[in-house]
């Protein structure tokens, strides 16, 4: 059974930092691109970043570029949001989710809430 | 980037009725977009890709079409599970975007 687990989120300043994770299990991690899509309260869903499956390129939201920076470790079947810079506007649930080989997202976590707030 | 519109933003029906929910991107995208359902406090599902193909596991009541800059979900006979919110994305060019939205709701 695939599952997908956000963690770190949390309540940070604006202007702060905050690392995401996301564990990956029941499928070949390696394998698939990976993406972190995001939701404002009463909003709908916003795509934030995208990964290839080995790593080597990484796609991004305007309004996050320079600011956020995905990752993986495929030994560790795991997807990182790392975010800096943050401000009041990236408050949102943020999930973790699988890009299908139809290349829409047919897995996702249940996500994690981060607060950026002083 | 490419904007998708949905319409109508909100719609009231019932149990049985055929509910259509349409969404115009702004440049071509050949069949390049999914359909999602999301129920409060949960993550959006996927209910079609390639414009017109179901996921597995998503009931048959539910289809799409279109293809290029117009399409259409179409819930051919509404059930109680299916009153929801309903995106559209595309994934033609970065960035991907999500439609506004369309809220579907009891009558």
């Known amino acids: 059974e695939v599952q997908l687990a956000e963690s770190g989120g949390g309540l940070v300043q604006p202007g702060g930092s905050l690392r995401l994770s996301c564990e990956a299990s029941?499928?070949?991690?390696?394998?698939?691109?990976m993406s972190w899509v995001r939701q404002a309260p009463g909003k709908g869903p916003e795509w934030v970043a995208n990964?290839?499956?080995?790593?080597?390129?990484?796609y991004y939201e305007d309004s996050v570029k320079g600011r956020f920076t995905i990752s993986r470790d495929n030994a560790k079947n795991s997807l990182y949001l790392q975010m800096n810079s943050l401000r009041v506007e990236d408050t949102a649930v943020y999930y973790c989710?699988?890009?299908?080989?139809?290349?829409?997202?047919?897995?996702w976590g249940p996500g994690t809430l981060v607060t950026v707030s002083s | 980037a490419i904007q998708l519109t949905q319409s109508p933003p909100s719609l009231s029906a019932s149990v049985g009725d055929r509910v259509t929910i349409n969404c115009r991107a702004s440049?071509?995208?050949?069949?390049?977009l999914g359909w999602y359902q999301q129920r409060p406090g949960k993550a959006p599902k996927v209910l079609i890709y390639?414009?017109?193909s179901l996921e597995s596991g998503v009931p048959s009541r539910f289809s799409g079409s279109g293809s290029g800059t117009d399409f259409t979900l179409t819930i051919s006979s509404l059930q109680p599970e299916d009153f929801a919110m309903y995106y559209c994305?595309?994934?033609?060019?970065?960035?991907?975007?999500f439609g506004g939205g369309t809220k579907v709701e009891i009558k």
């Open positions: 390639a414009a017109s």
């Open positions: 990964i290839k499956p080995d790593g080597s390129e990484e």
């Open positions: 989710a699988r890009v299908s080989r139809w290349l829409v997202w047919s897995y």
């Open positions: 994305q595309h994934y033609n060019s970065y960035p991907l975007t």
């Open positions: 440049q071509g995208i050949r069949s390049n």
């Open positions: 029941g499928f070949t991690f390696s394998s698939d691109y």
